[in-house]
């Protein structure tokens, strides 16, 4: 069993930055990828980004593309998420998910196997 606690949620002003972090601990050897997700009010839980945990290769959401970075610390097992030029549309709970083999697809909450609590970010405008 992983345990995920995300970290970094806050409100913010439209344009402003904020770092989300998501520590693991548990059982964690067995990685393939991580990945970042979010969840507005009413809607379906939607794909953010992923990074493969070994090559560090990464992968985007249109909609975040150019303003969203994942990264990773493996001495820490972190994961992060940099949200610059942050918009209203962007508000939601977000939350990390860790990705145990390679199966189903790095885009569908489906392929995840352990989840995060969610860490509420809010942008105004």
């Known amino acids: 069993q992983a345990q995920l606690v995300e970290s970094g949620g806050g409100l913010v002003q439209a344009g402003d930055s904020l770092r989300l972090s998501c520590a693991a601990s548990g059982r964690t050897s067995s990685t393939y990828s991580r990945g970042w997700f979010r969840q507005a009010p009413g809607q379906e839980r939607e794909f953010v980004a992923a990074i493969l945990w070994d090559s560090g290769n990464t992968y985007y959401a249109d909609s975040v593309k150019g303003r969203f970075t994942i990264s990773r610390d493996n001495s820490k097992n972190t994961m992060y998420l940099q949200m610059n030029s942050l918009k209203p549309e962007d508000t939601a709970v977000y939350y990390c998910?860790?990705?145990?083999?390679?199966?189903?697809?790095?885009?569908?909450?489906?392929?995840?196997?352990?989840w995060g609590q969610g860490t509420q970010v809010t942008v105004s405008s």
């Open positions: 998910a860790v990705r145990s083999v390679f199966r189903g697809s790095k885009y569908s909450p489906q392929s995840y196997d352990y």
